[in-house]
């Protein structure tokens, strides 16, 4: 279903046309009008409201163009509690005086104005309003608009007019604080990473995060970085305030993924109550982070009818609204108001179901970028593409050097374009030094200055000899630690630790190609060989071989047509098809409840990844050792889901354990082929354990009370330890729902909500 525009009148606006299509307002065109104005996505046209043609776009445009502020304003889209606290941040005056401007004069004045009059504005804007005006405009349009704003963090460049910053992601498939050292020497090495050292975890689990945070904190207190750049640990913002209670002064900027809207943070395990109160403790230099990105919402079933666009945009007014909040705290305190509070859009994690292609990734960026900087807020961007995506290793370079002139804050930073735990694509050290050379930009003054008194940079800013040398640095890290051993000593000592942490399939970039920005030549191929890998592991297929050697195994499916219809359309991963949902309800009156945890398997991306020698033998044999020495109830079946997510799993859980009478924990572990790309082909474990009246609730087991554990397999996180770990988590959880209340009408209340 699409949206088809043809009887458009001239000077009629997006409200007329629904009074005189309809008679009277009707929300539901509303939504769709909105949706018809956007470029082309996936994600749209997935919910039906993208434009029919380009005919049809170009007059919802016109309608849009026509249509007052204060008329978008007074019309929300959909309206919940998040809706409102954004519209808390709003200046009360500026809205009155900007309600007679048309999204049209809006587009001209940001097109035109100074910057200093768009600033002057920009507290009148809502969330909704911005991202229509942003709908109206072109890839061009967005370029000038995005190059003309700038909102650097208080006291640095970060943000400002001829910079791009560089977020630091040092990742490892084993959350090994070696493996995160050395990618921080190698970035510096070269003279890449200036805004935040941020760590995506594996493990959750608090005293994991929290070696983790101490790794990075000890790079940055030795060199005396600490006051010019933060760490951050990116596991939900719960842990790190844990961490911090635990280890006071240990942690960083406080991050969290946002949704733009309330039901969709559910998912995340956030509130607007829960969000407050974290900006409220947020007294020190450092505030929050926030990571965003088009297509969340939808994927997570929380559209409410709503495109993509408009969603992202509510995301930024969330932090905008928090923002506003950590300036209070600081004020509080006595500090100056100078909130360092900054958001990273993460353009294209999702995959084709949002978009497809190269130049749907540049909209993206841009499209987000612009309503960023709308929202008063510095936004950086993490320009990356999943193996799925048709989006190559030449094609990301290409939508960074599209991406760049419209004045992102930073993007991120690996020793490659391939992140070794998240497995996905993104933006290399050699993409910094290549976009600084080409553009003219640079990295914030204060890290530039350390990075010549390194020496991987002379003072005219020129690459030392020294350059993309992480033993150099490392020798740097051990002189400033009070080590007096020979270089010679120290430097031996480097090339072991780098040769353990690329034995565990971290790589290193050490040197360069022909030019400075060029990748060495082996690495370069290392990185071609691991992106086809990926690509023929996303096309892989459980063989029969494999599921025949599963004890008790029951072949399910879902409603996925075939692997390409799993691909590209995810909601169908996510359901049983009839004749599997009829065998799993056939599986409970076997059971007669004897059982209370079961073992789900599905391909997942990466059907490899069950397959390989050493990995899903070993996991299931000791989850089940384990799982019987707690206690627990296995039922002796493997459910063997084909083309299934992780939601495919809940819906098992429901069918065999739904009970509205019953309050004790029923436990599922859904073992599930993770995305490739990372070399490891491995696996995830999700892991709920709910009462079973939660499991009788539909949608009510979602991931926020689902636990992961990630990168499993033979070269990672090892398949017993993970199955250990498991175990340990399930109890947990199932302490939780032994102690979670019952509401009024005996159902159980949603934690979080």
């Known amino acids: 279903m699409s949206v088809s525009l043809r009887d458009v009148l001239t000077g009629e606006d997006v409200f007329g046309y629904i009074h005189r299509v309809l008679g009277s307002f009707d929300s539901r065109l509303y939504q769709q009008l909105l949706g018809a104005a956007n470029a082309f996505k996936e994600g749209d046209a997935a919910l039906g409201i993208s434009a029919a043609d380009e005919t049809s776009r170009a007059n919802a445009r016109a309608l849009l163009s026509r249509t007052k502020l204060g008329a978008i304003h007074s019309h929300p889209p959909f309206e919940d509690r998040l809706h409102a606290f954004m519209l808390e941040g709003l200046d009360g005056e500026l809205l009155p005086r900007l309600s007679e401007w048309t999204l049209g004069q809006l587009k001209h004045f940001l097109l035109t104005a100074p910057e200093a009059e768009v600033h002057a504005i920009l507290g009148g804007l809502g969330s909704d309003v911005i991202a229509c005006v942003v709908k109206l405009m072109s890839d061009a349009e967005l370029t000038a608009v995005g190059a003309r704003i700038y909102h650097p963090l208080p006291g640095s460049k970060l943000g400002a007019k001829g910079y791009l910053g560089a ?423 076997r059971h007669a409840g004897q059982w209370d945890a079961q073992i789900v398997i599905s391909d997942g991306l990466d059907a490899r990844s069950l397959m390989d020698e050493g990995h899903l033998k070993p996991f299931l044999a000791e989850l089940r050792r384990e799982l019987a020495a707690a206690g627990w109830h296995v039922a002796p079946e493997h459910l063997v889901v084909k083309y299934g997510r992780v939601r495919a799993g809940y819906q098992v859980g429901e069918l065999l354990f739904g009970d509205s009478e019953k309050s004790a924990p029923r436990a599922l572990v859904h073992v599930i082929g993770e995305r490739p790309g990372s070399g490891h082909h491995a696996f995830s474990a999700y892991l709920s354990a709910p009462s079973a009246r939660a499991w009788g609730r539909q949608g009510r087991v979602d991931h926020d009370i689902t636990r992961l554990i990630a990168g499993i397999s033979d070269t990672s996180v090892r398949p017993e330890s993970a199955a250990r770990e498991a175990v340990r988590i399930l109890a947990e959880l199932a302490s939780s729902a032994r102690n979670e209340p019952p509401t009024l009408d005996g159902s159980v209340e949603a934690r979080g909500a």
């Open 167 to 589: 977020r630091l992601q040092p990742n490892s498939p084993t959350d090994h604080p070696d493996d995160i050292r050395w990618q921080v020497f190698n970035g510096w090495s070269f003279a890449v990473g200036d805004v935040v050292l941020g760590t995506n975890p594996v493990s959750s689990v608090p005293a994991s995060v929290a070696a983790v945070e101490a790794a990075l904190h000890d790079i940055l207190v030795t060199f005396g970085l600490a006051e010019v750049m933060p760490h951050c640990v990116l596991s939900h913002i719960d842990v790190q305030a844990q961490v911090e209670a635990r280890q006071p002064g240990t942690t960083g900027i406080w991050f969290q993924s946002l949704a733009g809207n309330e039901s969709a943070n559910r998912t995340f395990d956030v509130t607007i109550e829960k969000m407050v109160r974290h900006a409220a403790s947020r007294t020190g230099k450092f505030g929050l982070y926030f990571e965003t990105g088009q297509g969340a919402d939808a994927t997570n079933g929380h559209h409410h009818g709503c495109d993509m666009l408009i969603h992202e945009s509510r995301k930024y007014g969330f932090a905008r609204a928090l923002k506003a909040r950590v300036a209070m705290a600081q004020l509080g305190v006595g500090r100056a108001q100078e909130p360092w509070v900054h958001v990273n859009d993460v353009a294209g994690f999702i995959g084709p179901e949002v978009f497809r292609t190269r130049e749907q990734l540049v909209r993206c960026c841009l499209e987000d970028i612009v309503m960023g900087k709308l929202h008063g807020l510095m936004i950086g961007l993490d320009v990356c593409s999943t193996l799925h995506m048709d989006v190559t290793l030449d094609d990301l370079g290409w939508c960074l050097e599209q991406v760049a002139p419209a004045g992102p804050g930073y993007l991120m930073a690996l020793p490659t374009r391939n992140d070794p735990m998240l497995s996905y694509l993104t933006t290399a050290f050699q993409d910094h030094v290549r976009l600084r050379e080409k553009f003219g930009l640079k990295a914030d003054d204060r890290m530039w200055a350390f990075f010549q008194e390194l020496g991987v940079i002379d003072a005219q800013g020129r690459p030392t000899e020294h350059f993309g040398d992480p033993a150099w640095v490392y020798l740097q890290y051990r002189r400033r630690k009070g080590d007096s051993r020979p270089d010679a000593e120290v430097l031996t000592e480097a090339k072991r630790e780098m040769a353990a942490v690329r034995e565990r399939s971290v790589p290193l970039a050490v040197g360069h190609g022909a030019l400075t920005y060029e990748l060495e030549p082996s690495l370069e191929r290392e990185l071609r060989a691991l992106y086809e890998d990926a690509k023929a592991g996303l096309w892989s297929e459980l063989s029969e071989a494999m599921v025949a050697q599963l004890v008790d195994a029951v072949p399910l499916r879902t409603c996925s047509e075939d692997r390409r219809d799993y691909i590209l359309h995810p909601p169908s991963g996510e359901r049983l098809d009839s004749a599997s949902e009829l065998a799993v309800r056939m599986l409970r009156l």
